[in-house]
């Protein structure tokens, strides 16, 4: 073996190896060596982009610029991008763009200029940034309220103060009724300013070490009287949880809250779940919650049937003031509240929503720690199993990050993944390869196949496939909503790394987990 032989050899070993995209093109920007992993992450066959141009893995409004960018730098040498980097968009072979890195370097030989890129998607860098701003955002918020309602406190103050000491004295009825319409009004603005105080995080609290059970239980009640009898409220209340430090009357208030924006988005009745349950958050939970630490956590999740929420409003809900209800009908200060509280408790709060299909937000609070609750810690779930056979995974999710996720996950787990954004993607990849063993996807998803249907239609077309549904709603609201599916198995976002392990191997354990699916889904 020559020299170069060998050196060709290890270039070729190199780029199989290295885990960020790596394609190789020619000065007219035609593509001369893509490694595997351009591949996976523009969604091609490496071999199928040797010969095409680079302008098919960008947005048009992108690729319109780029041959004029090269030919300016070649004919100028004046390098804006070379050896440099910069965030750019890509686009996979699905039609979805997404943000990338990318850094280009030259080389010169025999007279030809070639170009070597090297990508990097950096979706889940830019979620992080946006949750930490968002997160940053609240905190400013909470800091200036927190001045102006000290403020308007001892301003208020004054007014009813001075408002008694006037009733006391005055007999007349007519002024008697201006009287008290103007404590009414102060005791109201009383109320706002206690609303700001909590968001502020500098509201008093009695935390003391509580049963969560409990404080939901009674929470439970109070919902119940409020709410009219055709909606359907129930509970899945986790057993033996461990204790947290919170102000119980405070948790039961931030619950009622909550509950009550869920009836406001169900007009015509619906069904709302409150569920407590002991979790323990790793650091493949954080790249899915963003803003929830490391650890052990009582989670307390309520869930409502009503119109949902879009990405805008669920990055503004949680704001003082923000608030989607008619003039009149609402302070925007329930959420705002509830956030202040829950922080101030050293926990953490997060919605999942989507239009048309309800909303549900979590309240995390650390598990006090060993010696000082009665009951013990959340005891750490076994590793995660590792996959036998080298399976292949169609994974399902129109959400990028999450989706993302879910392909890393697997590939720790051993199995090999294909990716699909939509229902009508994922049936595509089915009639294309037949290497596929199962199919797992979400349930609210865009198209004409949502994750439901999909299924439906594995079933029906793909006999021998294994199906594995999630979603991030109550598993008792899906199939209620979906009579005709009783039953039908949904693992839960956000779950942890051993619950797929575990999930998925039950999919393979014998014919029984399959046949039990399958024939769930056809009735």
Not at 284 to 308: H, K
Not at 455 to 484: C, F, K, M, W
Request: charged content about 20%; aromatic content about 6%; overall charge negative.
């Amino acid at each position: 073996m020559t020299d170069q032989t060998f050196d060709a050899l290890m270039l070729m070993a190199l780029l199989d190896a290295i885990p960020d995209a790596v394609l190789m093109s020619d000065a007219d920007g035609i593509i001369t060596r893509a490694n595997p992993s351009a591949g996976t992450l523009f969604g091609y066959d490496p071999a199928k982009l040797i010969g095409q141009s680079v302008n098919m893995l960008m947005p048009q409004s992108l690729s319109d610029r780029h041959d004029g960018f090269m030919h300016s730098y070649l004919e100028t040498g004046q390098a804006r991008i070379i050896g440099r980097g910069r965030a750019v968009e890509g686009l996979r072979s699905n039609g979805q763009t997404f943000p990338l890195h990318l850094s280009i370097g030259r080389a010169d030989h025999d007279g030809n200029t070639h170009f070597v890129a090297i990508l990097h998607d950096i979706s889940a860098r830019q979620a992080a940034e946006e949750a930490l701003a968002r997160s940053a955002r609240l905190d400013a918020i909470g800091q200036m309220t927190g001045g102006i309602s000290h403020d308007f406190s001892n301003i208020l103050t004054v007014v009813i103060g001075n408002l008694e000491l006037l009733q006391a004295r005055i007999t007349d009825d007519e002024t008697q009724a201006m009287l008290a319409d103007g404590l009414e009004a102060a005791e109201l603005g009383a109320q706002l300013t206690a609303g700001l105080t909590a968001f502020a995080r500098k509201a008093a609290t009695q935390r003391t070490s509580i049963n969560v059970n409990a404080a939901c239980k009674a929470a439970l009640g109070m919902i119940k009287r409020t709410f009219d009898p055709h909606y359907k409220i129930s509970a899945e209340l986790g057993a033996d949880l461990p204790e947290v430090l919170a102000d119980a009357t405070q948790l039961q208030s931030a619950l009622l809250n909550i509950a009550l924006n869920g009836r406001d988005a169900m007009p015509e009745g619906g069904q709302l779940i409150i569920r407590s349950e002991a979790i323990s958050i790793d650091d493949t939970y954080i790249a899915q919650e963003l803003d929830v630490a490391e650890g052990d956590y009582v989670r307390i999740s309520v869930t409502d049937t009503g119109r949902g929420m879009g990405p805008d409003t669920q990055q503004r809900v949680f704001e003082p003031f923000y608030t989607t209800k008619p003039v009149g009908h609402g302070t925007g200060l329930g959420l705002a509240m509830v956030y202040g509280f829950v922080r101030q408790s050293g926990g953490h709060v997060t919605i999942y929503s989507e239009i048309g299909h309800g909303t549900t937000i979590a309240l995390y609070f650390p598990v006090l720690g060993e010696g000082s609750a009665q009951h013990p810690a959340v005891p750490p779930k076994p590793l995660e199993q590792r996959a036998s056979a080298n399976q292949t995974v169609l994974v399902v999710e129109d959400n990028p990050q999450v989706r993302k996720l879910t392909t890393v996950r697997l590939r720790n787990l051993g199995y090999r993944v294909q990716e699909a954004a939509s229902g009508d993607h994922a049936a595509e990849v089915l009639q294309q390869d037949n290497d596929i063993d199962v199919v797992f996807t979400d349930l609210v998803m865009p198209g004409e196949l949502d994750g439901l249907a999909l299924a439906r239609h594995v079933v029906a077309s793909y006999p021998n496939l294994r199906i594995l549904l999630t979603s991030g709603y109550a598993e008792d609201i899906l199939n209620r909503q979906s009579a005709n599916e009783p039953g039908v198995k949904i693992l839960r976002k956000p779950y942890r790394q051993s619950d797929l392990a575990a999930a998925l191997s039950a999919l393979f354990d014998g014919g029984s987990s399959l046949h039990s699916l399958t024939s769930q889904v056809k009735e």
